[in-house]
T-cell receptor, first 114, second 111 residues
Framework: AQSVAQPEDQVNVAEGNPLTVKCTYSVSGNPYLFWYVQYPNRGLQFLLKYITGDNLVKGSYGFEAEFNKSQTSFHLKKPSALVSESALFFCAVRDGRGYQKVTFGIGTKLQVIP | DTAVSQTPKYLVTQMGNDKSIKCEQNLGHDTMYWYKQDSKKFLKIMFSYNNKELIINETVPNRFSPKSPDKAHLNLHINSLELGDSAVYFC??????????FGQGTRLTVV
């Protein structure tokens, strides 16, 4: 069975400071990893993904994530946080084989403080 | 143009009623999904269709029945609604194994 852990319910960061939202995963085959963001009363928006290739993945709006196979982690990062980026962030994983479902983490609320 | 659109956006109904939520995507994707997000924001997949064929059917009560008339549409019909069905239901689509595009959600409230 595959799983995703987002160990922090909430991350607080001052505007302009770097942010990190943590994610670890467990999957039998090769992982496909995703980050999504959800703003209040909206659907999820795709930010970035790792399927293969470079471990550092760059995505939308200046977000990036680093795939670490030995630590089974896929932490989301941004060098400088904006107040408008306060939202709920979801990490997700699927097994790369066949028609496997995507499993989402419980979400981490990012609060950027002015 | 809205990529994944679902209707209605809000649905308030009484226990025991039957209701449907419609979803359409204009992205040309071959896979569509229904997700349920509960009050704690936990997101769980319910169903997935690939080219109109059901490929994922999670442990969901039989009262929930998806229908895909073509690969651009995936509707969700719910019979005999219960209080515990209150949640936000998201439709999404993707190319198989790729990232998903989500609709804006349908907030279902059963009273």
């Amino acid at each position: 069975a595959q799983s995703v852990a987002q160990p922090e319910d909430q991350v607080n960061v001052a505007e302009g400071n770097p942010l990190t939202v943590k994610c670890t995963y467990s999957v039998s085959g090769n992982p496909y990893l995703f980050w999504y963001v959800q703003y209040p009363n909206r659907g999820l928006q795709f930010l970035l993904k790792y399927i293969t290739g470079d471990n550092l993945v760059k995505g939308s709006y200046g977000f990036e994530a680093e795939f670490n196979k030995s630590q089974t982690s896929f932490h989301l990062k941004k060098p400088s946080a904006l107040v408008s980026e306060s939202a709920l962030f979801f990490c997700a994983v699927r097994d790369g084989r066949g028609y496997q479902k995507v499993t989402f983490g419980i979400g981490t609320k990012l609060q950027v403080i002015p | 143009d809205t990529a994944v659109s679902q209707t209605p956006k809000y649905l308030v109904t009484q226990m025991g009623n039957d209701k449907s939520i419609k979803c359409e995507q204009n992205l040309g994707h071959d896979t569509m999904y229904w997700y349920k997000q509960d009050s704690k924001k936990f997101l769980k997949i319910m169903f997935s269709y690939n080219n109109k064929e059901l490929i994922i059917n999670e442990t969901v009560p039989n009262r929930f029945s998806p229908k895909s008339p073509d690969k651009a549409h995936l509707n969700l019909h719910i019979n005999s609604l219960e209080l515990g069905d209150s949640a936000v239901y998201f439709c999404a689509s993707s190319q198989l194994r790729e990232e998903a595009f989500f609709g804006q959600g349908t907030r279902l409230t059963v009273v």
